[in-house]
């Protein structure tokens, strides 16, 4: 079936370094992906997307990268600060019929002062 | 600031009691969603609406119920036949409907709790 996952359910870095999240999708036909941020008791942000066009995106200390040939995401956040704490979700968007979106399980992420 | 308000932030239902949970957005979007989201598990969709007066089910529709009388409003109601209510609801929106690369608008969620 279409699943979309993450590698790493917990990952603790250090402040000021450079965090890394994954993701792996199975559905080939996804063509657009996006990464959420959720902060405890709150409702996801979108932090950055990514149309399958294209194998990088850039924002504001973030990046997002796309391998369509193993179907893998991944979040690179530069000078993670401890305002970063929080669960990462990466999603996949398909039109099957309707606008269907697929969530991961969430990575959350520890920042240690 | 446009947005999503979800309310109340914490429910409480008694056995065999109907629920209902608020979902307002001033963002004049068209397609409103409502998931479920329990720990270790991604969100789950229980009903998106595409226009006013106009819903469908998500994948796990059993035990909720919808209505949207207004674009602004997408209210969900937890019946007693939801046997596991238990769980943290989120409502989101989208601009339009049938075009796959817009991200989703979402509240801050309503903690659902069986007394």
């Known amino acids: 079936g279409e699943s979309v996952g993450l590698h790493l359910p917990t990952l603790s870095v250090q402040e000021g370094d450079n965090s890394i999240i994954n993701c792996a999708y199975s559905n080939s036909a996804s063509d657009y992906f996006i990464w959420y941020k959720q902060e405890s008791g709150k409702g996801p942000q979108f932090i950055i997307d990514?149309?399958?066009?294209?194998d990088k995106r850039q924002g504001q200390r973030v990046t997002v990268l796309l391998n369509k040939t193993v179907k893998h995401l991944s979040l690179q956040i530069a000078a993670t600060q401890p305002g970063d704490s929080a669960v990462y979700f990466c999603?996949?968007?398909?039109?099957?019929?309707?606008?269907?979106?697929?969530f991961g399980i969430g990575t959350k992420l520890q920042v240690i002062p | 600031d446009g947005g999503i308000t979800q309310s109340p932030k914490y429910l409480f239902r008694k056995e065999g009691q109907n629920v209902t949970l608020s979902c307002e957005q001033n963002?004049?979007?068209?397609?409103m969603y409502w998931y479920r989201q329990d720990p270790g598990q991604g969100l789950r969709l229980i009903y998106y609406s595409q226009i006013v007066n106009d819903f469908q089910k998500g994948d796990i529709a059993e035990g909720y119920s919808v209505s949207r009388e207004k674009k602004e409003s997408f209210p969900l109601t937890v019946t007693s036949a939801q046997k596991n209510p238990t769980a943290f609801y989120l409502c989101?929106?989208?601009?339009?409907?049938?075009?796959?690369?817009?991200?989703?608008?979402f509240g801050d969620g309503t903690r659902l709790s069986i007394l």
């Open positions: 999603a996949e968007n398909s039109l099957r019929g309707y606008q269907k979106v697929t």
């Open positions: 963002l004049n979007h068209d397609a």
């Open positions: 990514i149309r399958s066009n294209m």
């Open positions: 989101a929106s989208t601009p339009g409907w049938g075009r796959s690369n817009q991200p989703q608008h």
